[in-house]
T-cell receptor
């Protein structure tokens, strides 16, 4: 089993819809979690950290489920500009592991 | 701040040649990371430094790859000799702490013919 796994997609979602995707991790001792966003042919950029209690930033909500060992990202009222690849990142014992990303395309 | 600076942005070379990628981190950041990204394998951490000292190089694929950080404002990733399978985008990133936001450079797109 991979340390960090994501559904590669693509997720093709109509503008205005809500979309959610998960990221599973194999090490139960993982300590910190993040979502990064990467536009086509660009560098990754931090979207948001994921806190144990869950956190929200505008239209974006991140949640952590330690029992089932996954994190999730929910995007409400999706915009065309949300089209990108979303990478989850897991940190444990001074080691960072990136998922391979979920590709999201918002359709007009 | 100009952000993380990488050079060159594009590199095309022939198999067997030496390739050197360069990175200037954001001033004040203690951590510097080198990543490789391919369609097949995604983003892979190759090595990272803390205060110029290599901490974890377990991601370095083989002895052909080496990385140095002679001072706080400069790092290099060298591939010698290069092979076609090394073709990828190589990113450098820096951060204040390992769990802080990583700021990525624009990447170097390497093609080995």
């Amino acid at each position: 089993r991979k340390e960090v796994e994501q559904d590669p997609g693509p997720f093709n979602v109509p503008e205005g819809a809500t979309v959610a995707f998960n990221c599973t991790y194999s090490n139960s001792a993982s300590q910190s979690f993040f979502w990064y966003r990467q536009d086509c042919r660009k560098e990754p950029k931090l979207l948001m950290s994921v806190y144990s209690s869950g956190n929200e930033d505008g239209r974006f909500t991140a949640q952590l489920n330690r029992a089932s060992q996954y994190i999730s990202l929910l995007i409400r009222d999706s915009k065309l500009s949300d089209s990108a690849t979303y990478l989850c990142v897991v940190y444990q014992n001074e080691k960072l592991t990136f998922g391979t990303g979920t590709r999201l395309t918002i359709i007009p | 701040d100009a952000g993380v600076i990488q050079s060159p942005r594009h590199e095309v070379t022939e198999m067997g040649q030496e390739v050197t990628l360069r990175c200037k981190p954001i001033s004040g950041h203690d951590y510097l990371f080198w990543y490789r990204q391919t369609m097949m394998r995604g983003l892979e951490l190759l090595i990272y430094f803390n205060n110029n000292v290599p901490i974890d190089d377990s991601g370095m694929p083989e002895d052909r790859f080496s990385a140095k950080m002679p001072n706080a404002s400069f790092s290099t990733l060298k591939i010698q000799p290069s092979e076609p399978r090394d073709s990828a985008v190589y990113f450098c990133a820096s951060a204040w702490q390992i769990t802080d936001t990583q700021y990525f450079g624009p990447g170097t797109r390497l093609t080995v013919l």
